[in-house]
């Protein structure tokens, strides 16, 4: 997807030209951040992408298993001791000018923490995969190091706005991760340590060049928060990580507890086939909109925060639910075209995860922001404990009997009582404004888009995966921009002219 698509994708949100003068800034904005995180977002998701269509054939199931399951205990070890130093800092370091002081602080924070999760990982590698623990220890170990590194760094490029030095890094750390890992897996053994290994030395040079850059622009200064401010927000943010580990990894443990390291591969292999094209535009809104939305929140009152926050939801439905009805429309050439033949036959996964992914995101982006605004970060927790409790309560029902349909099951009905659960709790803080028309136009468009696609795709018959992928995503791509042309001409024309002109007057 290039630049010019997404400009495309975000031209039919309202119809006529009043409501295009009122909501452009707010639009224009979010877009304007989307197109720059997205070219960042699009090139690493590529590289895993293709990482994923090298390792599953260059590595055994188990292997991959094994590798998928290092990134499971390093994420969910990461989220709970170290990531909640990032919306820590933005939300209380603010942006703009980044002074040492801040930083200094934070930095003693993530060391201690870093060091935390380093002890953690330890035992977690021990429960999750005895069996070979202290290969898993070291390679979830290396993931986190690097990771707390990268991620400090590209969190005080957030905050000095330097939102195309982030997304060049970032974009140098996908490079990175594709070409390290498939170096080290054909130059020494091929195994889930060597390749995950490989991926950490790659984050790690990454993180190392966005340090040296991002710190070059701090400034003298006491920090703006004290270490009890930290605090305050960062350990409810730990206990709500702690708490959504059934949402976030329930499933896979069940998956390697019943049925082994092969089955934990097939579920993920096609998890990051339907996730990560959605995850891509969403991630790429939010780079942007989550400073924006919280500075907003401080300087300009609730009604400010609260209409970008609509429009942030407008912006991701339009974007991500034609790529989902893609997705589920093209599922079949997607796995043969990607996938070894040992993986394929679990097309049934691809609508259930892109529906937990997009509830996901609506929880995490859009309503989570309003809790942060409100720097009430514990009432996450509430959120993630019953998404939690429905993962796991799923889990142990459906994956005994259903295996890979039964953890896509379980992820989907824990992501969406997490999200209902936030919209209840976020809506008694400040109200997010549903808009539903957008929504309804979204609906029909995606339909009609994935049929499109499908029918394309089914014309060609037994023709290479390749060619039926290549006609029908273009097929899809087709009749969605010219959906869009048809009901909305004027609005299409006047949106990408105000954007091209605002891009020709800010450099990206």
């Known amino acids: ?99 040492r002081g801040s930083l200094i602080l934070a930095g003693q924070v ?52 330097r939102h195309s030095v982030y997304s060049a890094l970032e974009s140098l750390r996908g490079l990175l991760q594709f070409v390290l890992p498939i170096a080290a897996a054909v130059m020494f053994q091929p195994s889930f340590l060597t390749v995950s290994l490989g991926s950490s030395l790659g ?57 082994g390291a092969g089955a934990v591969a097939n579920f993920a292999a096609i998890y990051v086939l339907a996730r990560q094209p959605i995850d891509m535009i969403a991630n790429a809104i939010n780079m942007g909109a989550f400073p924006e939305v919280v500075s907003r ?32 429309a093209l599922n079949s050439d997607i796995t043969r075209l990607l996938l070894p033949k040992d993986y394929h036959g679990v097309s049934l996964l691809f609508p259930i995860i892109a529906f937990s992914v997009l509830c996901s995101n609506l929880t995490t982006f859009v309503y989570g922001g309003v809790i942060h605004a409100h720097k009430r970060p514990w009432l996450l927790i509430i959120v993630t404990s019953l998404g939690s409790i429905g993962t796991i309560a799923l889990s142990l029902l459906l994956i005994p009997t259903m295996a890979e349909t039964g953890a896509a099951f379980a992820l989907a009905g824990g992501s969406l009582i997490a999200l209902a659960a936030c919209i209840i709790i976020s809506g008694r803080l400040m109200p997010v404004p549903v808009p539903w028309r957008d929504i309804a136009f979204s609906i029909v468009i995606s339909l009609v888009t994935g049929l499109a696609a499908r029918l394309a795709s089914h014309m060609l018959g037994d023709t290479p995966p390749i060619v039926s992928l290549a006609v029908g995503g273009t097929v899809g791509s087709v009749v969605f921009l010219g959906q869009i042309w048809l009901l909305h001409p004027t609005a299409v024309a006047q949106l990408l002219g105000k954007l091209r002109s605002a891009n020709g007057s800010s450099s990206l």
Do not use: H
């Open 1 to 99: 997807m290039n630049l010019f698509t997404l400009c495309r994708y975000r031209a039919g949100f309202r119809t006529g030209q009043r409501l295009i003068e009122s909501k452009l800034p707010g639009y224009a904005l979010l877009l304007r951040s989307t197109l720059i995180y997205g070219l960042a977002s699009l090139l690493t998701r590529i590289s895993a992408l293709l990482l994923l269509v090298v390792m599953t054939r260059l590595i055994d199931q188990t292997e991959y298993g094994l590798l998928t399951l290092v990134v499971t205990v390093g994420e969910m070890t990461d989220v709970a001791v170290t990531n909640w130093l990032r919306i820590a800092l933005l939300r209380l370091g603010g942006k703009g000018d980044v002074s």
């Open 110 to 161: 993530l060391l201690g923490s870093t060091i935390l999760a380093l002890l953690v990982s330890v035992i977690a590698s021990a429960v999750v995969v005895p069996e070979r623990w202290d290969e898993f220890a070291i390679a979830v170990s290396s993931y986190l190091v690097a990771g707390a590194i990268g991620r400090f760094a590209l969190t005080v490029l957030q905050m000095q706005q």
């Open 203 to 259: 984050a790690l040079i990454a993180g190392i060049a966005a340090c040296i850059i991002a710190f070059r622009r701090v400034v003298t200064g006491p920090p703006r928060f004290t270490r009890k401010e930290f605090f305050a927000l960062g350990v409810p943010l730990v206990v709500m990580a702690l708490a959504g580990f059934g949402l976030n990894s329930a499933e896979r443990i069940f998956l390697k507890i019943y049925y």
């Open 297 to 328: 929140f401080d300087e300009e009152g609730r009604e400010a925060s609260v209409q970008l926050l609509s429009q942030l939801m407008s912006l991701m439905i339009r974007l991500c639910l034609p790529v989902a009805a893609m997705l589920v």
